[in-house]
Nanobody, 121 residues
């Protein structure tokens, strides 16, 4: 069982930066693929970035070059550094964990409660 808690969301102006954190419980954090998803009102939840246990990363095209995903297995924590934020990045951001390799689907095993990110124009 893994429990995930996100933090770091907030209100920022376009062009600004935020860093999201996802703290995980449990002793097997390092073995999981971790992902950041987001869901805007009226839209489907989408994978923003993911990092495998081995450090392989994935980014959706719209955030490439602006967002960086990382993990610190010693601290059981995953991060999402978000730079050059745009209004279209506004959404609730969720962290999630799954066994196995990176997938683009929402079928992850464990989810956090979400943190709101709002980017004003």
């Amino acid at each position: 069982q893994v429990q995930l808690v996100e933090s770091g969301g907030g209100l920022v102006q376009a062009g600004g930066s935020l860093r999201l954190s996802c703290a995980a419980s449990g002793r097997t954090f390092s073995s999981y693929t971790m992902g950041w998803f987001r869901q805007a009102p009226g839209k489907e939840r989408e994978l923003v970035a993911a990092i495998s246990a081995g450090g392989t990363t994935y980014y959706r095209d719209s955030v490439k070059g602006r967002f960086t995903i990382s993990r610190d297995n010693a601290k059981n924590t995953m991060y999402l550094q978000m730079n050059s934020l745009k209004p279209e990045d506004t959404a609730v951001y969720y962290c999630a964990a799954k066994a196995g390799s990176i997938t683009l689907s929402v079928f992850y095993d464990y989810w956090g409660q979400g943190t709101q990110v709002t980017v004003s124009s």
